[in-house]
């Protein structure tokens, strides 16, 4: 984020903020000394912000911009689609690898992307050992099984809420911000079901976790929507959580479910988050 303005703390801002969210601009108040500083995120035109500052504090009438125009048009920049690339990329990579993989059909493919190399022989699985296949140099094998997907709502669900939460916090945050959620999610997710089950899993639900976790925790402690999403998904995560844990899910047709991937991506989402609004904290103090 960036400081766009400074002013007293006797100004109150509260009127020039709400047009601001509703506006859907992320931005944060901080009192620091005897001022109040306005930052808004880097994605944002910094220029319309101003410019639209002058008018409130000129007592212009400013409810007009309460509604969104037809076109879309908001005081976020419209390259925000361009702004979004690597969400995109993420959805698009996804897209591949379960081609490649045949949706599962096509274990060739699979022993690539797999955390670690693996034959099937009969009814049975032999699986290479992790730390002769990271000392071998292919760590891609850390983060490659995120990217398979064995259905196709499997790849849909995964996806929509890439799309919808990762480009929410890219936006936001940054796309390197956002590729070190995914990566680190990616990462403990598949070391945590790999340890439970072995190799045969993939999907990027863990880093979905992770995102939505991520998301309602930096809400949380903003005390503001700045990523947007509804609050009452973290309820419906640990609903989802426990009745793939209880088997229920498995028992009414939904499939295998990679229940520890999507436990351990939560837990990487909201230690994400925790730790960065801690750093913006500090940074800004």
């Known amino acids: 984020m960036i400081k766009l303005l400074e002013v007293p703390l006797a100004q109150d801002l509260r009127g020039f903020t709400e047009c601001l969210w ?19 995120s880097s994605r944002v035109d910094a220029e319309q912000v101003l410019t639209l500052y002058q008018l409130w504090r000129e007592g212009a009438d400013l409810s007009a911009l309460k509604a969104p125009r037809s076109d879309g048009g908001k005081l976020v920049n419209l390259t925000a689609l361009r702004q979004s690339w690597l969400s995109l990329l993420l959805i698009v990579a996804s897209v591949l690898v379960s081609l490649l993989v045949g949706f599962g059909d096509n274990i060739d493919w699979m022993r690539r992307f797999a955390l670690v190399d693996f034959q099937v022989r009969g009814d049975s699985i032999f699986y290479a050992g992790l730390v002769d296949t990271l000392s071998g140099g292919q760590l891609w094998r850390l983060f490659t099984p995120a990217l398979m997907h064995f259905s196709l709502p499997h790849i849909l669900f995964n996806l929509l809420w890439v799309w919808v939460a990762g480009r929410g916090i890219e936006y936001l945050h940054g796309r390197w911000a956002l590729l070190g959620l995914v990566l680190f999610s990616a990462l403990l997710s598949n070391l945590a079901q790999f340890w439970v089950s072995g190799p045969m899993f993939g999907g990027m639900s863990g880093v979905v976790f992770a995102l939505l976790g991520y998301a309602w925790l930096w809400d949380r402690r903003a005390g503001r929507p700045a990523i947007g999403l509804p609050p009452a998904l973290m309820g419906l995560m640990l609903l989802w959580l426990v009745l793939g844990f209880a088997g229920v899910l498995e028992y009414v047709g939904v499939g295998a479910i990679a229940n520890t991937a999507h436990l351990a991506g939560l837990v990487a989402g909201l ?11 500090k940074r800004q103090a």
């Open 22 to 40: 509703q506006q859907r601009v992320p931005h944060r108040v901080v009192e620091q000394d005897a001022v109040q500083e306005l930052w808004v």
């Open 271 to 281: 230690v994400w988050a925790l730790l960065r609004s801690l750093f913006a904290a």
